[in-house]
């Protein structure tokens, strides 16, 4: 039973504009999220995340919103930068689990120069 | 200076070996991790050990034994290995099991049994 999902496995975004990565999850216990990246042959890198008691945390070119109503979040990256592409994973964590991380599947972001 | 490193970065075996990965943080943190990435690139959760002490053990076959000799170090080793034993496994770390922290990852050994 997959409880955290990325539905998009790739998406492409032209440089400058606006990438939107998705995630839904199903465990309503889950109240910390977070986004990473991961390039090729190298371990996921921290991106962002979200506290379930926000809706919106930002910092720099990078949002994240969480919709606890629709079990739904998302990570926007304005603008879009050819050095973004990589692969963007969700993860998600309920408090007092010891920090076990539940991973979606992943979403291979490509941004054309 | 590396964070979270793990050797080898590849390790190519056969069938019914044992292998042992190294896993080493210099973060200062007190929890580390195990997770394998198989090969649909679904990264899930193995182990979590807090100060050398295992708090998460993620019903993993227990030819899998994790090996902490110290908060900065948590090794795994893999007996009689099977072909679906290939995958990349990630070692990670964090501040401290209810810190809410972000973990910090390795890059990763890549594990393909012949």
């Known amino acids: 039973d997959q409880q955290v999902k990325q539905n998009s496995p790739s998406l492409s975004v032209q440089e400058g504009r606006i990438s939107i990565l998705n995630c839904d999850y199903t465990?309503?216990?889950?109240?910390?999220f977070l986004w990473y990246k991961k390039y090729p042959a190298e371990g996921p890198t921290f991106l962002i995340s979200?506290?379930?008691?926000?809706d919106k945390n930002e910092d720099g070119r990078f949002t994240v919103f969480l919709n606890k109503s629709a079990k739904h979040l998302s990570l926007h990256i304005v603008p879009s930068q050819p050095g973004d592409s990589a692969v963007y994973f969700c993860?998600?964590?309920?408090?007092?689990?010891?920090?076990?991380?539940?991973f979606g599947t992943g979403t291979r972001l490509a941004v054309r120069p | 200076d590396t964070a979270v490193s793990q050797t080898p970065k590849y390790l190519v075996t056969q069938m019914g070996n044992d292998k042992s990965i190294k896993c080493e943080q210099n973060?200062?943190?007190?929890?580390m991790y195990w997770y394998k990435q198989d090969s649909k690139k679904f990264l899930k959760i193995m182990f979590s050990?807090?100060?050398?002490?295992?708090?998460i053990n993620e019903t993993v076959p227990n030819r899998f034994s994790p090996k902490s000799p110290d908060k900065a170090h948590l090794n795994l080793h893999i007996n009689s290995l099977e072909l679906g034993d290939s995958a990349v496994y990630f070692c990670?770390?964090?501040?401290?099991?209810?810190?809410?922290?972000?973990?910090?990852f390795g890059d990763g050994t890549r594990l393909s049994i012949l």
């Open positions: 990670a770390s964090s501040p401290g099991r209810f810190s809410n922290q972000p973990q910090h």
């Open positions: 973060l200062g943190h007190d929890t």
């Open positions: 979200i506290s379930s008691i926000k």
């Open positions: 993860a998600a964590s309920v408090r007092g689990s010891g920090d076990k991380l539940t």
């Open positions: 465990n309503s216990m889950f109240d910390y």
């Open positions: 050990y807090n100060n050398k002490e295992l708090i």
